[in-house]
């Protein structure tokens, strides 16, 4: 397949999306061609002065933020909620095991975090959409930011952000104004309402204290939990 001249497989490059054949293969035409060249140069510009529009945010202050906007408001009537206690638990129960049902997969993770590791795997945000925030600031741990994109994962929204150091680990964050579900078999170190921790695939996934709208992954167990520390992901 020729990719010669297409606007689709340019913007698909930007947004690092092509499978590792055809960036390889694009990357080898982009030698050859000043057009093609001269649209990616453009094209990282205009992203890199997009993203430079946002003033950077002290990493916790950007969690704290995202975090207060997505938590639930506190009931008006308190004395309303002890009424519908028991109904409520009964539901919870009930949605639980069908939200279980629906969002395992064949590989025992629920469905965003299966393909959340998987296109860590691939070196893939799930979208190309310009992020609202500005990456966390994870400047302090010698990771800096080499993408972000908006997309979803598993038809759950989120924010990416792709990080790497100065000897090549990698790391993803996911943003998300709704909650993500804990991956299974994960570790507690803070109690059951704290963040979880588990691998998959060789990939360490961790995901914040509720309202766990955040994801952190990574291959150094090591360096996911001091990101976690510095975002205050408890």
């Known amino acids: 397949m020729r990719h010669d001249h297409d606007d689709a497989t340019i913007g698909a490059y930007l947004a690092g999306e092509l499978p590792a054949d055809q960036r390889d293969a694009f990357e080898e035409h982009l030698l050859t061609c000043d057009r093609c060249w001269a649209e990616v140069d453009a094209g990282r510009r205009g992203r890199t002065l997009a993203m430079q529009a946002y003033e950077p945010a002290p990493a916790r202050l950007l969690l704290r933020a995202h975090a207060a906007v997505t938590a639930e408001p506190p009931a008006r009537h308190r004395t309303r909620a002890w009424v519908l206690v028991a109904a409520v638990l009964t539901l919870v129960a009930t949605l639980s095991v069908a939200a279980a049902v629906l969002v395992a997969v064949p590989d025992g993770q629920p469905a965003p975090i299966a393909a959340a590791v998987a296109g860590y795997h691939d070196e893939q945000l799930p979208g190309s959409g310009i992020p609202l925030q500005a990456a966390p600031d994870l400047s302090a741990l010698r990771l800096a930011g080499t993408a972000a994109g908006t997309g979803r994962l598993a038809g759950h929204p ?33 109690g059951p309402s704290g963040s979880g921790i588990t691998h998959h695939r060789g990939v360490v996934v961790l995901c914040s204290r509720s309202p766990h709208t955040v994801l952190v992954l990574g291959e150094d167990q090591n360096l996911v939990r001091q990101v976690a520390a510095a975002l205050d992901l408890g």
């Open 158 to 190: 989120v924010t990416g952000y792709a990080y790497r150091d100065d000897t090549g680990r990698r790391l993803l964050i996911y943003l998300s104004d709704e909650p993500f579900p804990m991956p299974a078999r994960a570790d507690h170190p803070n």
